[in-house]
């Protein structure tokens, strides 16, 4: 079945570093893939999407790029700040696949230090 | 205020008691959803909804039971309470499967 594979944390950066979470998917047809975010305590947030192929989906100064060939779509943001402390899922959408909801990795955590 | 909201935020319940946990859209969106999420497990789906009376089982639905008889409303009930279903339960609801929108989620101890 459809499924995503983020990098497990947690990740801890300096504040402006440069921040890479990858995530890989595998599924039939031509998924929509996401981003979220949660900030402690709260519940999730969209935070890009991406719905075909060499789009590249983007807010708050993160990126993310929907790779085919490599079925990916990493997220990154180029200078990092502590406000973005929280944790990040990756997850898909299949139209075309057996399931009717989001499939989501299982998060990765990021501590952002001043 | 447009929205998703859920109540109670917090509940502590004992073993075999119902709880309801409700979840409540602004937006009219025809789907609604029913996670939960454990440490090590990720978001998992329970129940979806695509429109008023209309429910469908996600990955873990046992021990839970959903109605929907009203578009903003999508409450779930956990009929026997079991330790096994202390977790965070977020609700979210969207245009389709494809978009969601979550809640802020009810944090259920079942002691």
């Known amino acids: 079945g459809d499924s995503v594979t983020q990098m497990e944390g947690p990740v801890t950066l300096s504040e402006e570093a440069f921040l890479t979470i990858n995530c890989t998917y595998t599924?039939?047809?031509?998924?929509?893939l996401f981003w979220y975010v949660q900030y402690p305590g709260e519940g999730l947030q969209l935070l890009l999407k991406?719905?075909?192929?060499?789009d590249k989906g983007s807010n708050k100064g993160f990126e993310a790029t929907y790779r085919k060939e490599t079925t990916s779509f990493h997220l990154e943001k180029g200078s990092v700040q502590v406000s973005d402390s929280a944790v990040y899922f990756c997850?898909?959408?299949?139209?075309?696949?057996?399931?009717?909801?989001?499939?989501f990795g299982k998060g990765t955590k990021l501590s952002v230090k001043p | 205020d447009a929205g998703i909201t859920q109540s109670p935020r917090y509940k502590i319940t004992e073993t075999g008691r119902q709880v309801t946990l409700m979840c409540h859209q602004t937006?009219?969106?025809?789907?609604m959803f029913w996670y939960r999420q454990d440490l090590g497990h990720g978001l998992r789906l329970i129940y979806y909804?695509?429109?008023?009376?209309?429910?469908d089982k996600g990955e873990v639905p046992d021990g839970y039971v959903v109605s929907r008889s009203k578009t903003e409303n999508f409450p779930l009930t956990l009929e026997s309470a079991t330790r096994s279903q202390t977790s965070v339960y977020f609700c979210?609801?969207?245009?389709?499967?494809?978009?969601?929108?979550f809640g802020p989620g009810t944090r259920l101890t079942v002691t």
């Open positions: 979210a609801s969207g245009p389709g499967w494809y978009e969601q929108y």
């Open positions: 991406a719905t075909k192929a060499d």
């Open positions: 599924a039939t047809g031509y998924p929509s």
């Open positions: 909804s695509a429109a008023a009376d209309i429910t």
């Open positions: 937006w009219s969106h025809s789907y």
């Open positions: 997850a898909l959408s299949n139209y075309g696949g057996s399931q009717g909801n989001l499939i």
